[in-house]
């Protein structure tokens, strides 16, 4: 199974043709599948624009869950 996280885009570049993005926690992505992406999903590689709200929903929904399990 596969957990992907929300993160936040701090800033993106062109790279060779290539459109990357540095992420909040420092990682490096590419861009290559999400090119308008603010929010993303991201299994590893970018998979799917969030909005906002659903972005939000989703942190806190994930933050409900640690309290609960803090495993």
């Given at each position: 199974?596969?957990?992907?996280?929300?993160?936040?885009?701090t800033?993106?570049?062109d790279?060779?043709?290539?459109?990357?993005?540095?992420?909040?926690?420092?990682?490096?992505?590419?861009?290559?599948?999400?090119?308008?992406?603010?929010?993303?999903?991201h299994?590893?590689?970018?998979?799917?624009?969030?909005?906002?709200?659903?972005?939000?929903?989703?942190?806190?929904?994930?933050?409900?869950?640690?309290?609960?399990?803090?495993?």
């Amino acid at each position: 199974m596969c957990v992907g996280s929300i993160a936040t885009l701090t800033e993106t570049w062109d790279d060779g043709g290539a459109r990357v993005g540095r992420l909040a926690d420092g990682c490096v992505v590419s861009l290559s599948v999400v090119p308008d992406a603010e929010l993303l999903l991201h299994l590893g590689i970018p998979v799917e624009i969030l909005d906002p709200e659903t972005a939000r929903d989703a942190l806190e929904l994930r933050s409900a869950a640690r309290e609960a399990d803090p495993r």
